[in-house]
């Protein structure tokens, strides 16, 4: 199985801030892995595929990068309506996803 | 627009199993891949498994001995059973659409609790 780590599980910033979360797999993973935002009482909603490719009418405020087992997920400037937990996900095998990481506005 | 619905009891006893169907509408069930994954309150997200519509399934190798996933294309729906149920099994329940290893179409979850 294929292990995803997350960090860090949360983090306060302030509106306009630059958020940078982690997210490691436990071997290499090529570019099989994509970013989820969950809002509370909803389900996740993709934001990114293939690790760098932004889903349809995701604002480019977000971004992916990496590839092989470290990967990394961007908001370039944080807003209110980005109050929520991120998730990674590998799909190179049986799909798994990371612990999260809940953003909060400080 | 594709929509999926999760149906089911919402609460189930230990040691019994667990039946969710989810109905797939503004589109066709054919040709893709389905998943069943679940989120207990307040921690992350857990893939159960995943169906094609030929039947074919990927289980959780840790889920893999309670779960069946089926799927009926006559009525755009696929199921999802789950064995032996204990109160870890307490959850939210999504069904989602496989689009190549990421889902885009979910439904809005059902709430399972496992309790006597």
């Known amino acids: 199985d294929i292990q995803m780590t997350q960090s860090p599980s949360s983090l306060s910033a302030s509106v306009g801030d630059r958020v940078t979360i982690t997210c490691q797999a436990s071997q290499d993973i090529s570019n099989y892995l994509n970013w989820y935002q969950q809002k509370p009482g909803k389900a996740p909603k993709l934001l990114i595929y293939d690790a760098s490719n932004l889903e349809t009418g995701v604002p480019s405020r977000f971004s992916g990068s990496g590839s092989g087992t470290d990967f990394t997920f961007t908001i370039s400037s944080l807003q209110p309506e980005d109050i929520a937990t991120y998730y990674c996900q590998q799909y190179d095998n049986l799909p798994s996803f990371g612990p999260g990481t809940k953003v909060d506005i400080k | 627009q594709v929509q999926l619905q999760e149906s089911g009891p919402g609460l189930v006893k230990p040691s019994e199993t667990l039946s969710l169907t989810c109905t797939v509408s503004g589109g066709s069930i054919s040709s893709y891949y389905w998943s069943w994954i679940r989120q207990p309150a307040g921690k992350g997200l857990e893939w159960i498994g995943r169906?094609?519509?030929?039947?074919?399934?990927n289980y959780n190798p840790s889920l893999k001995s309670r779960v069946t996933m089926s799927v009926d294309t006559s009525k755009n729906q696929f199921s999802l059973k789950l064995s032996s149920v204990t109160a870890a099994d307490t959850a939210v329940y999504y069904c989602?659409?496989?689009?190549?290893?990421?889902?885009?179409?979910w439904g809005q979850g059902t709430l399972v609790t496992v309790s006597s």
């Open positions: 989602a659409r496989d689009r190549k290893g990421s889902w885009y179409y």
């Open positions: 169906i094609y519509t030929s039947g074919s399934t």
